[in-house]
């Protein structure tokens, strides 16, 4: 079993940064990969990023490319979401959610968190 607890959203002006954490518990959290995935309203669930279990695979999504980063600290069960240049299309809740591999369909995911409302507006 896996906990997740998602933290570090807010208000934050356009070209703005924010970093997002997914704090994890439960023995095995080292084996999942975790992905972020975001749902602004009115709209589906959309990827993110997704990082493995061991932190050597990435992957982004084309729309967040080159301004997010992902990364994870295998000692303190965190994942991180470095989040750069912010738009306000970007506004939504973000999710982190742990799965058995890196991929990009939200169903693949097992344990999510409980997100956290990130708002980019001046």
Same mark, same amino acid.
């Given at each position: 079993q896996v906990q997740l607890v998602n933290s570090g959203g807010g208000l934050v002006q356009p070209g703005g940064s924010l970093r997002l954490s997914c704090a994890a518990s439960g023995r095995t959290f080292s084996t999942y990969a975790v992905g972020w995935f975001r749902q602004? %309203? &009115?709209?589906? =669930? *959309?990827? $993110?990023?997704? /990082?493995?279990?061991? &932190? +050597?695979?990435?992957?982004?999504? +084309?729309? $967040?490319?080159?301004? $997010?980063? /992902?990364? =994870? +600290? /295998?000692?303190?069960?965190?994942? @991180? #979401?470095?989040?750069?240049? #912010? *738009? %306000? *299309?970007?506004?939504? !809740?973000? @999710?982190?959610?742990?799965?058995?591999? !890196? $991929? /990009?369909? %939200?169903?693949e995911y097992e344990y999510w968190g409980q997100g956290t409302q990130v708002t980019v507006s001046s």
């Open positions: 602004a %309203p &009115g709209k589906e =669930r *959309e990827f $993110v990023a997704a /990082i493995s279990w061991s &932190g +050597d695979i990435t992957n982004y999504a +084309d729309s $967040v490319k080159g301004r $997010v980063t /992902i990364s =994870r +600290d /295998i000692g303190s069960h965190t994942v @991180y #979401l470095q989040m750069n240049s #912010l *738009e %306000p *299309e970007d506004t939504a !809740v973000y @999710y982190c959610a742990a799965g058995r591999t !890196v $991929v /990009i369909r %939200p169903t």
